[in-house]
């Protein structure tokens, strides 16, 4: 049985990149823990980077990787290998795409309570929460949320400029200095931000530029016609829905305003399993919703956006859509940020303060007498003070 996975695994490990390592990552990966998952959407570079790091710290003979969607395992236990794996003077267990194995949780607690000199890696889809699984590897597990890359990898790995991580107060009180300083030193970065835009934010632009739309589309058809019914107890034929919500959002070129009396009309469904659908496109990293602020803060999202800036250019060139350029800029804006609202004042609201998004000719006319505000502009650099390019919050 090992053989099997030796052979097909020495294949694999013939083509891992060792020029870029996601280093934040990998710090999880190396701890002690026993129990490491690394989740996230399709394309991130998990599968990567845990091959990486069994190349980097461990002898071929002391790790065993596979995938859990390999045909091997349709009649095999996990639990199985990893006994006849300890046996023989195994040391890691790395299990790629987890989710498409029937019942994991089980057998990974089999396998961490059975083999406590076993350290066990592994990957799983973004809708992956250990949290919920029956089987309580919560207080066992450590896990990360992989996310696409940032604008502030993009140009380490495409343009090999490596700049300093900034602090958000750093870039509100002195982006214009900064800007500056970057954009004079280093003349490719506003070009390079406009790349990082259309095909930046996974690591498999390296392979082939020309292709990345199409793969990224392709990537996202698995999310929904794949990933989302293993993670969920849903029926094949709702998948439509799910496509149908997607439509709605890039025909509409502007960002959506939701209300959802209407959209379950439209769509057909109840209004908790539309709200239940939306839960789920934002958990696979496809949406990004966004609540409106107010004293008492709504659960339903106010807009809904794509979650990242080339998901948006890949549904739009799917779709034959030509993108809206403050529909990019928005989008880019709320996936630099965790915990962000839209607000009356400016567009967005991050903590205290107000952001007002727009083109290099933006004026302050929406903000002028607000406090704790910034305008935020697509331009290479600034020279006047509460005014940002729309690029820095990339280097957060």
Same mark, same amino acid.
């Given at each position: 049985?090992?053989?099997?996975?030796?052979?097909?695994?020495?294949?694999?490990?013939?083509?891992?990149?060792?020029?870029?390592?996601?280093?934040?990552?990998?710090?999880?990966?190396?701890?002690?823990?026993?129990?490491?998952?690394?989740?996230?959407?399709?394309?991130?570079?998990?599968?990567?980077?845990?091959?990486?790091?069994?190349?980097?710290?461990?002898?071929?003979?002391?790790?065993?990787?596979?995938?859990?969607? +390999?045909?091997?395992?349709?009649?095999?236990?996990?639990?199985?290998?990893?006994?006849?794996?300890?046996?023989?003077?195994?040391?890691?267990?790395?299990?790629?795409?987890?989710?498409?194995?029937?019942?994991?949780?089980?057998?990974?607690?089999?396998?961490?309570?059975?083999?406590?000199?076993?350290?066990?890696?592994?990957?799983?889809?973004?809708?992956?929460?250990?949290?919920?699984?029956?089987?309580?590897?919560?207080?066992?597990?450590?896990?990360?949320?992989?996310?696409?890359?940032?604008?502030?990898?993009?140009?380490?790995?495409?343009?090999?400029?490596?700049?300093?991580?900034?602090?958000?107060?750093?870039?509100?009180?002195?982006?214009?200095?900064?800007?500056?300083?970057?954009?004079?030193?280093?003349?490719?970065? @506003?070009?390079?931000?406009?790349?990082?835009?259309?095909?930046?934010?996974?690591?498999?632009?390296?392979?082939?530029?020309?292709?990345?739309?199409?793969?990224?589309?392709?990537?996202?058809?698995?999310?929904?016609?794949? +990933?989302?019914?293993?993670?969920?107890?849903?029926?094949?034929?709702?998948?439509?829905?799910?496509?149908?919500?997607?439509?709605?959002?890039?025909?509409?070129?502007?960002?959506?305003?939701?209300?959802?009396?209407?959209?379950?009309?439209?769509?057909?469904?109840?209004?908790?399993?539309?709200?239940?659908?939306?839960?789920?496109?934002?958990?696979?990293?496809?949406?990004?919703?966004?609540?409106?602020?107010?004293?008492?803060?709504?659960?339903?999202?106010?807009?809904?956006?794509?979650?990242?800036?080339?998901?948006?250019?890949?549904?739009?060139?799917?779709?034959?859509?030509?993108?809206?350029?403050?529909?990019?800029?928005?989008?880019?804006?709320?996936?630099?940020?965790?915990?962000?609202?839209?607000?009356?004042?400016?567009?967005?609201?991050?903590?205290?303060?107000?952001?007002?998004?727009?083109?290099?000719?933006?004026?302050?006319?929406?903000?002028?007498?607000?406090?704790?505000?910034?305008?935020?502009?697509?331009? +290479? @650099?600034?020279?006047?003070?509460?005014?940002?390019?729309?690029?820095?919050?990339?280097?957060?």
């Amino acid at each position: 049985m090992l053989n099997y996975f030796r052979g097909k695994q020495a294949r694999i490990f013939q083509a891992v990149p060792d020029d870029f390592v996601r280093k934040k990552y990998m710090k999880l990966l190396t701890s002690s823990d026993r129990l490491v998952g690394l989740i996230g959407q399709r394309g991130v570079g998990k599968t990567t980077l845990l091959l990486q790091y069994l190349k980097n710290n461990f002898k071929v003979s002391e790790y065993l990787y596979f995938s859990a969607d +390999d045909i091997y395992i349709a009649d095999t236990k996990f639990y199985d290998i990893a006994d006849e794996f300890v046996r023989l003077g195994g040391k890691v267990m790395v299990i790629d795409e987890i989710h498409k194995y029937y019942n994991w949780a089980q057998e990974i607690k089999n396998i961490y309570d059975s083999f406590p000199e076993l350290l066990i890696r592994f990957s799983g889809s973004a809708m992956l929460n250990i949290m919920y699984e029956k089987y309580d590897l919560s207080r066992r597990c450590v896990t990360a949320q992989m996310e696409t890359l940032s604008f502030l990898e993009f140009l380490e790995l495409d343009k090999k400029l490596e700049l300093p991580l900034l602090p958000l107060d750093d870039i509100i009180t002195r982006g214009s200095e900064i800007s500056l300083d970057l954009a004079l030193s280093h003349s490719n970065i @506003y070009s390079g931000f406009k790349d990082f835009l259309k095909f930046g934010a996974y690591p498999f632009f390296m392979e082939d530029k020309d292709t990345y739309k199409n793969k990224l589309f392709n990537a996202l058809e698995k999310i929904i016609n794949e +990933d989302i019914p293993s993670c969920h107890k849903i029926d094949y034929s709702q998948l439509i829905v799910f496509k149908k919500i997607i439509a709605i959002l890039i025909e509409s070129r502007v960002p959506y305003k939701v209300n959802m009396v209407k959209l379950s009309k439209k769509l057909g469904v109840s209004h908790p399993t539309l709200a239940s659908y939306l839960a789920m496109l934002k958990d696979s990293k496809i949406f990004h919703p966004v609540k409106k602020y107010s004293v008492k803060v709504s659960k339903k999202p106010e807009k809904l956006l794509f979650d990242n800036t080339n998901i948006l250019q890949a549904y739009a060139d799917e779709f034959g859509i030509e993108v809206n350029a403050g529909t990019v800029r928005e989008t880019f804006f709320a996936s630099c940020f965790s915990d962000i609202f839209y607000s009356d004042i400016g567009d967005f609201r991050v903590k205290d303060m107000f952001f007002e998004i727009g083109g290099r000719n933006k004026t302050f006319k929406q903000i002028k007498d607000v406090e704790n505000s910034c305008l935020v502009i697509d331009t +290479d @650099y600034t020279t006047q003070e509460r005014k940002i390019p729309l690029w820095l919050f990339g280097l957060m």
